[in-house]
């Protein structure tokens, strides 16, 4: 392979078609890859559709800087034997649900027991105790940042300062973090871009200040207790938070991390099409709807992820 060019099994999400280049969506990346208009792309693309339309993976090289996929072959039996074993389909997901983003009321759309009653919150209770504690565990997680010097408390770096891809690995570190070493419920959020053109557009301003685009995102969620007092009343609510360390330097509210995947400045089809929350096994994808989703129970693809990415960085 050829510098900024890197290969792997992966299954075809979807083949979008606009703007004079074709978009091929993989469920084991989020990145938005495109096909040049070129002779060679009519018979890839003839692959990819014949991949997508049976469901079956095709080993693909992709090049991330360029957003460009460059080649697609069969993989090998022992190859897709090792696919399979990795990635195991997670049993009875959650609801996906359609959203506009402009249209949440972030007062009431952020507090558990009211709005986000989400069957799964009922598998785990010992939720986080307080924000201090929330932050606690986003500063921890933020410090395993492989653009850190270092010591790193955790055997495997995490690289939040490579946003382009690999969030279902950033996640799934964290989420072994969270449940592992704190021992507090631990869900995931996956917001999308699975209608029309749409993408999810970000400015990543810890990282240089580029636009990144991706057809979905991932990051752990954790339930958190919170105290208000007004005078003599004092108030307790559980609110919904994401601990994502590659968007933002603090825990935020779930609707401030999908509003800030809508940034027109970055993309004029800035759009959450859609989010789901699940449990923490799940990893990523498994199909273009968001209705079906994969694992990794054993970490072989986080490890794996989270090593191949940890040198690399956002913007050029």
Avoid at 292 to 311: E, K, R, S, V
Wanted: contains cysteine; charged residues 20%.
């Amino acid at each position: 392979m050829r510098p900024n060019e890197e290969s792997g099994v992966m299954t075809v999400a979807a083949i979008r078609e606009g703007n004079g280049r074709n978009e091929v969506l993989f469920n084991e990346r989020q990145q938005i890859f495109s096909l040049r208009a070129t002779r060679a792309s009519v018979a890839l693309e003839g692959k990819l559709r014949e991949a997508l339309s049976a469901s079956v993976p095709v080993r693909a090289v992709v090049n991330p800087r360029q957003g460009l996929v460059k080649a697609i072959d069969t993989p090998e039996e022992e190859e897709l034997r090792a696919f399979q074993e990795r990635f195991v389909l997670l049993e009875d997901p959650q609801k996906t649900m359609r959203i506009e983003v402009g249209r949440i009321d972030p007062t009431t759309f952020n507090i558990v027991e009211h709005y986000l009653n989400i069957p799964v919150f009922r598998l785990c209770r010992n939720i986080v105790p307080s924000y201090a504690k929330a932050k606690e565990i986003f500063d921890f997680c933020a410090a395993q940042s492989c653009n850190l010097p270092g010591p790193y408390a955790i055997p495997q770096c995490i690289p939040f300062q490579y946003v382009i891809d690999g969030c279902y690995a950033r996640a799934h570190a964290m989420r072994r973090i969270i449940e592992d070493q704190y021992g507090y419920c631990c869900e995931k959020v996956f917001s999308f871009a699975n209608q029309n053109m749409d993408r999810l557009a970000v400015n990543a301003s810890n990282w240089g200040g580029c636009c990144v685009t991706w057809w979905y995102h991932v990051a752990p969620l954790v339930r958190v207790r919170v105290t208000i007092r007004l005078g003599a009343l004092q108030l307790q609510f559980v609110i919904a938070l994401v601990i994502d360390p590659g968007m933002f330097d603090k825990p935020v509210l779930l609707s401030s991390w999908l509003a800030a995947q809508e940034k027109v400045a970055c993309s004029p089809n800035a759009h959450v099409s859609m989010y789901s929350i699940q449990p923490s096994s799940a990893y990523t994808p498994a199909n273009y709807q968001g209705t079906a989703f994969n694992t990794d129970p054993g970490y072989a693809d986080t490890d794996a992820t989270l090593a191949a990415y940890a040198t690399l960085t956002t913007c050029p």
